[in-house]
């Protein structure tokens, strides 16, 4: 097996300054070496399908070893056992990571309903966050019925503007991905953002769509 101590020396190599202040500036959770994300998908290239890492990278608790586990792991999700990946959620880490651990692998597992329920049913707002993430994901399928959609949009209504700030986030992008993905609903989803107003207010650089539900519907229709 590669030895682990030899891979973080690489990670560490490929420090980059302006990487490291960036992550200093946004108050990112240590231990991080401050390795650009292209860095350590280069580095991944190496290790790729090497399942056996994955673990012992992640439990380094070292930022970048675990995004180089999520890169290691990617192309192959389904192999990771629930116990291992449950096992992660244990792990002190940034929100970042566990972003990006729900999207390139949580989301991709045919078992990617059991991490909603299991995210959704955790008390931290970060595993919640996880969970309404993956049901947005699972909405913008285009496979929910009827009951469903009401369901979770009653519970948006009632929850989005108390939610709490990581949970909001992805709650909100739940609502946006229901009035994309099923016309009949696209109205409401619309009133509920505007009577919510939750990002009405959310200053965004040119170019780019605020979170706004209204705004955010109408940027990813006019992609459509």
């Known amino acids: 097996m590669t030895n682990l101590q030899e891979i973080l020396q690489q990670l560490q190599a490929a420090s980059h300054a ?4 960036r992550y200093e500036k946004i108050g990112e959770i240590k231990p991080y070496y401050g390795v650009p994300m292209g860095a350590i998908s280069g580095i991944a290239k190496n290790y790729k399908n090497q399942i056996d890492l994955v673990g012992p990278l992640w439990q380094t608790g070292v930022l970048e070893a675990q995004y180089l586990a999520i890169q ?3 192309t192959k999700p389904n192999m990771l056992e629930q116990a291992e990946l449950a096992a992660f959620l244990q792990v002190t880490c940034s929100v970042n990571v566990l972003d990006k651990l729900a999207s390139v692998i949580l989301s991709k597992r045919k078992d990617n309903r059991y991490w909603e329920e299991y995210l ?5 707002p970060v595993f919640q966050r996880l969970g309404w993430f993956l049901r947005a994901k699972y909405f913008a399928s285009n496979t929910a019925e009827t009951e469903e959609i009401e369901e979770t949009l009653a519970y948006i209504k009632k929850h989005l503007q108390g939610a709490d700030e990581l949970v909001q986030w992805t709650m909100n992008q ?10 009949d609903y696209l109205n409401e989803g619309l009133a509920i ?5 939750v990002y009405a207010d959310m200053k965004v650089a040119k ?16 992609k459509k």
């Not at 953002?193 to 107003?197: F, I, M, N, P, S």
């Open 72 to 74: 290691i792991a990617k």
């Open 193 to 197: 953002g505007r009577d919510l107003a």
């Open 120 to 124: 959704l049913a955790q008390e931290a």
């Open 174 to 183: 739940c609502l946006v991905e229901i009035a994309v993905t099923y016309p």
């Open 18 to 21: 302006g990487t490291l202040k």
């Open 207 to 222: 170019g780019c769509t605020s979170a706004y539900a209204p705004d955010w519907i109408a940027a990813l229709l006019r």
